[in-house]
């Protein structure tokens, strides 16, 4: 019996720990010590994640290197397999934001070597953010090992005429929209690397840049490793694209996303 309620009482004390294990993985911004440490001059990150204006709040931080500001604006992107992923965007930076020594160097490398995809709509601005679709996340070089800050580098993706005029062009379209389904626009919904991969060989799509001084060429936006059992929290909200009636363009986003937030689990 002692021996038994010996077992109990671990239990009991180990309990919180294993509770709040997935709380430490909700999105707070950096102390600027971090960023610093890790090669970003935060004075010039633009547009920092504030409390206060509708997308984060005061909290408590969980680790040293958190600043007390906790991210409420939630965003949905694909990985490079097409797994659902949720993140939030902490500021944009030129090149110019990296500081001038060993940990600059190597966090614009680490930039580098993590593409966000962007997808901007038809007769919109071909490098802007009005997006026919959730974004893209190329996560295949070790992401949530390699990359401290979540540093993305941007490249909005659109297609060419090649790929919309042409009748080959049409037949590879039709062929990604039946897998993957269509986005705001109505062109295919690009889900994978596999997709951008072929498209872009084909000449279906172009692959676009900002310069290096553009405070938009680069972003932090960490991604949330384990959204389950309080990784996303109640009061997070998610934004990603609408039609017109208000529904998701991908709606296996949306219906995650609101069980992982009530439920602390993935959607049935």
Known sequence: MKRLLAVVVMALFAAPSFVLADIEDRLYDFTDAYYL????NPALIGGRMEAGTGIAVTDTPIFSYQRN???????????????????TVLGGFSAEAFTA???????????????????????????????????????RNGYFSNDPLGLWLHVWVNYTT?????????????????????ALDGTPII???????????????????????????????PVIEDPTDGGIAPDQFLALPLKGNGNPVEPAFLLNFDSLRMTGDWAD
């Open 37 to 40: 440490e890790n090669g970003v």
């Open 69 to 87: 500001v906790r991210a409420l604006l939630t965003l949905s992107a694909y990985d490079h397999s097409a797994n659902i992923n949720y993140f």
């Open 101 to 139: 020594d060993a940990a600059g160097q190597e966090a614009r490398e680490i930039a580098d070597s993590f593409i966000e995809y962007l997808f901007p709509q038809a007769g919109t601005d071909p490098i802007g953010f009005t997006f026919r679709q959730s974004s893209l996340l190329d996560m």
């Open 162 to 182: 090649k790929a919309l005029q042409t009748p080959a062009g049409k037949k590879a379209l039709k062929a990604i929209a039946q897998k993957n389904g269509r």
């Open 191 to 221: 889900a994978t690397m596999s997709d951008i991969d072929s498209l872009y060989g084909k000449g279906y799509i172009t692959k676009t840049t900002r310069l290096d001084s553009d405070p938009l060429r680069y972003a932090i936006c």
